[in-house]
């Protein structure tokens, strides 16, 4: 699976911003797909995903404030960001979960959030 994300920019605080994932390949449409980030300095850490049963999860520092989605029909995952903070600002990625082993396996290159105050 080859992935593409894009959206990102500058916004202000409390602003906020769309961010997209193109999946492509075999089955694309039907990986676990999720999203994680990574500050300067810091540790990839997870943002939101899908359930294995199409729910979604999200990490306790964006529920509530960011969205995930998805548009099969044209492989696209979203990730809506509301009432954007400083402390979100950090390389988003996107990725896909191998259906056997479960792990994150196939990553996008990224798209940089900056949240000024």
């Known amino acids: 699976v080859q992935l593409q994300a894009s959206g990102g920019g500058l916004v202000q605080a409390g602003g906020s911003l769309r961010l997209s994932c193109a999946a492509s390949?075999?089955?694309?449409?039907?990986?676990?797909m999720g999203w994680f980030r990574q500050a300067p300095g810091k540790e990839r850490e997870f943002v939101a995903r899908?359930?294995?049963?199409?729910?979604?999860y999200y990490a306790d520092s964006v529920k509530g404030r960011f969205t995930i989605s998805r548009d099969n029909a044209k492989n696209l995952v979203y990730l809506q960001m509301n009432s954007l903070k400083p402390e979100d600002t950090a390389i988003y990625y996107c990725a896909a979960q191998d259906p056997m082993s479960i792990s994150w396996s196939s990553w996008g290159q990224g798209t940089q959030v900056t949240v000024s105050s």
């Open positions: 390949g075999r089955r694309s449409s039907s990986r676990v």
């Open positions: 899908f359930t294995g049963s199409g729910g979604s």
